[in-house]
């Protein structure tokens, strides 16, 4: 018989690449899971893994257990979701993972719906990058996250995790008043009419490694050129403040235009950034999950 436990191991050896990862995000040793890894081959009677160089890959045979692997967890899941929902009552911890500007604009807001709905339900938040919350809702540091991806950029399919739509809003220019962009805004509605005039001048983009950089560099691409990067942030009042005095050029979501000081102009783009619920495959009817993405839904001007 196969320990799902194991397999859970085996899952995440798939995802995360080596053993020393799949120790670190779990709370083992490197040699407990290389020794509960060598059970399971024992259980399945063939090999697993095999040896790359310094890195351990999964066999043939490796990679389709873990397909089956998926699909025992998500039923999992699904029980777990099942029997809570045979509970009265929606109670209990509910640990939210959220991407940075989601923060201010649309948890305080989910948070006090959930509240007045389910006041025995706890949620509790931390702040965490997109392309890290299938890892966390698979380790089980989070039930649910608000995740979003963009145009350019879309998110990798991820069997082990479920979405539900949230929220679609455009992209805006931010540059600072009287530059180039006034006469682009003027000139045409496309990205290299928009984003052309400013293909000499410096720009400021996310972090390196984040969804938020690599859209704004494929969509410089597409508009014909290479961005210039001066500076690197994640906050996108901070890239609003740089650009109204004269610092570069941004990307920033509509969502973050209210916060928009004097001096900036913010030219809309036909570019978009889609947020949206995660949670683990099979957990989407679990209550607690339900209730919070009834909330974020209502919190966004969504149906209730």
Known sequence: MLDVRRLHLLRELDRRGTIAAVAEALNFT???????????????GVPLLERSGRRVVLTPAGRTLVGHADAVLERLELAVSELAGAREGIGGSLRIGTFPSGGPAIVPATLAELARRHPALEPMVQEIDSARVSDGLRAGELDVALVHDYDFVPASPDTTVDEVPLLDEPMYLAT??????????????????????????PWITARDGTTGHAMAVRACQAAGFRPRIRHQVNDFRTVLALAAIGQGAGFVPEMATAQAPDGVLLTRLPLFRRSKVAFRAGGGSHPAIAAFVTAARAAVGGSS
């Not at 490197?30 to 399945?44: P, T």
């Not at 006469?183 to 005039?197: I, K, M, V």
């Open 176 to 201: 600072g008043g009287g530059g180039p962009a006034s006469d682009a805004a003027r000139g045409g509605d496309t990205l290299a009419d928009l984003l052309g005039p400013w293909a000499e001048a």
């Open 30 to 44: 490197a040699s407990a899971v290389s020794q509960q890894l060598s059970v399971l081959e024992r259980e399945a």
